[in-house]
T-cell receptor, first 114, second 108 residues
């Protein structure tokens, strides 16, 4: 089975622009979670989607949004980029997103905001 | 104070040594995860625990729910074990809360 894939792998944007990141989960997985990793804050939960519905959300401003499609692929969008949005963005998938399940992580998208 | 604390922050070892990484948490949890992150960013889930002890190869993870503490042990460490090890708990809101990680370097 192919693993979790994320595109693009690297991205450079300037302040004020917007960006869309994509995540394709493992085939058959219906839950996708997104995380932000920065040197200062470490790993932080952004949001989780299950069957096209946002099931949980972290403490991030409204500039961060996401969606999930019927094939379980997910996108996250960051509008009006700020320098502090520079980070590694990781997505992870699991079959049903229950607490007892292992999450499988993608390689991440490294975003640099100039 | 962070809800999930790891110690030590950095750890160096000689090949073959026994290694212990600790994780303490202050919230109620439904599960605890140990993750491994190699340079370049990829994260691999090592263990998911809700009680007791799990073993996989040279890795052993334990959790004490009453003391809100978990340990990850690596027996017979190897340079390929060099990575950042991250403890994460799934709290009552179902969100994953991460520790700051322990950077391990194993020298030959």
């Amino acid at each position: 089975k192919a693993g979790v894939t994320q595109t693009p792998r690297y991205l450079i944007k300037t302040r004020g622009q917007q960006v869309t990141l994509s995540c394709s989960p493992i085939s058959g997985h219906r839950s996708v979670s997104w995380y932000q990793q920065t040197p200062g804050q470490g790993l932080q939960f952004l949001f989780e989607y299950f069957s096209e519905t946002q099931r949980n959300k972290g403490n991030f401003p409204g500039r961060f949004s996401g969606r999930q499609f019927s094939n379980s692929r997910s996108e996250m969008n960051v509008s009006t980029l700020e320098l502090g949005d520079s980070a590694l963005y990781l997505c992870a998938s699991s079959f049903g997103g229950t607490v007892q399940e292992t999450q499988y992580f993608g390689p991440g998208t490294r975003l640099l905001v100039l | 104070k962070n809800e999930v604390e790891q110690s030590p922050q950095n750890l160096t070892a000689q090949e073959g040594e026994f290694i212990t990484i600790n994780c303490s948490y202050s919230v109620g949890i439904s599960a605890l995860h140990w993750l491994q992150q190699h340079p370049g960013g990829g994260i691999v889930s090592l263990f998911m625990l809700s009680s007791g002890k799990k073993k996989h190869g040279r890795l052993i993870a334990t959790i004490n729910i009453q003391e809100k503490h978990s340990s990850l042990h690596i027996t017979a460490s190897h340079p390929r074990d060099s990575a950042v090890y991250i403890c994460a708990v799934r709290g009552n809101t179902d969100k994953l809360i991460f520790g700051t990680g322990t950077r391990l370097q194993v020298f030959p």
